[in-house]
């Protein structure tokens, strides 16, 4: 296999560089709070590819690094003159001082790794994270029908269907004081009729994304006082939530129809009565007439 394969295989599945950085920048408000908090950030974005979150804050804070194993990618990056490291993602982490890096991204990698691995690289990221960092962690969300019984095999080296509930209370338990997770990037048919089978399977929240903090403080901090930041991601539908849609709206054209049935019924029955009179009343007349 070419050494380029996965290069070009981003390239055409997962979207332009100008599409990837400007999806991006929905996070840009919640950023903005670290910032607020660390004159001085330093930010590290795992699995980094081909470097759309390094070339977005690159300049912004004191030093925006990734690491990537995938020496094509890596060459783009240099190319863009941005600071990645090559090598394994543990073994790199391991070299970072504790409690130094402000904000960790990964994104679209955690589907790649084994749950040992996984739990390894969380717990690595834990240590080196800084007491008000964040952690930002997006993954094909196995919630959307189509994404998990299609589109996440067509990356074969998908190998790791991300229960978001599990992956939280994981999150939880390695010791980050707070964790979310939030529907995104809703599908084709999010803003479909609601009445639409169709909106159920390709409407529904393509990804998921975590987001975890450290300390009890900063938790506080993104999850209670400062909300507005969640306005800015681009949420999208749950599967229940788009079939609770359907329901509903199935419900009220059923109640309608149902009410026209019974006033239409309502009616004839009216109709039947108002004809048997009639009959009656003419009937009283032939005899009226004779007299």
């Known amino acids: 296999m070419r050494e380029d394969f996965y290069l070009q295989f981003e390239n055409k599945f997962r ?24 004159t ?31 020496t094509t990618m890596v060459n783009v990056c240099l190319n863009k003159k941005l600071d990645v490291i ?12 504790s409690s130094s ?3 960790i991204t990964i994104f679209h990698m955690i589907e790649h790794l084994s749950n040992d691995y996984l739990y390894k690289l969380i717990d690595e990221c834990y240590r080196v994270l800084h007491e008000n960092g964040l952690l930002i962690i997006e993954t094909p969300s196995i919630d959307n029908l189509l994404v998990s019984s299609k589109l996440f095999y067509l990356d074969d080296t998908h190998i790791n269907h991300i229960n ?12 980050f004081d ?19 089978v169709t909106r159920i399977f390709n409407g529904v929240a393509q990804d998921v994304v975590f ?3 450290k300390s009890k403080q900063f938790s506080k901090y993104i999850f209670e006082s400062s909300l507005d930041w969640t306005s800015y991601l681009d949420s999208g539908l749950s599967l229940l939530q788009a079939a609770t849609e359907y329901d509903l709206k199935h419900e009220q054209i059923v109640t309608k129809y149902r009410d026209n049935i019974v006033l239409t019924t309502s009616i004839n029955n009216q109709l039947v009565s108002i004809n048997n009179q009639l009959v009656e009343l003419k009937s009283e007349m032939r005899y009226v007439s004779l007299v």
């Open 15 to 38: 979207g332009d560089r100008r599409s990837i950085l400007k999806q991006l920048s929905m996070y840009d408000p919640l950023v903005q709070l670290v910032l607020d908090l660390n």
């Open 40 to 70: 001085e950030s330093q930010f590290l974005d795992i699995g980094c590819g081909r470097g759309e979150w390094l070339e977005k804050w690159k300049g912004n804070v004191s030093r925006c690094f990734g690491i990537e194993t995938n």
């Open 86 to 97: 090559k090598g394994d993602a543990i073994m790199s982490l391991k070299n970072i001082d």
């Open 101 to 103: 890096i402000n904000v």
């Open 164 to 175: 978001p509930d599990a992956f939280q209370f994981s999150l939880d338990q390695i010791g």
């Open 178 to 196: 707070r964790s979310k997770y939030y529907y995104i990037h809703g599908g084709p048919l999010q803003d479909a009729e609601h009445l639409k």
């Open 211 to 213: 987001i975890a903090a």
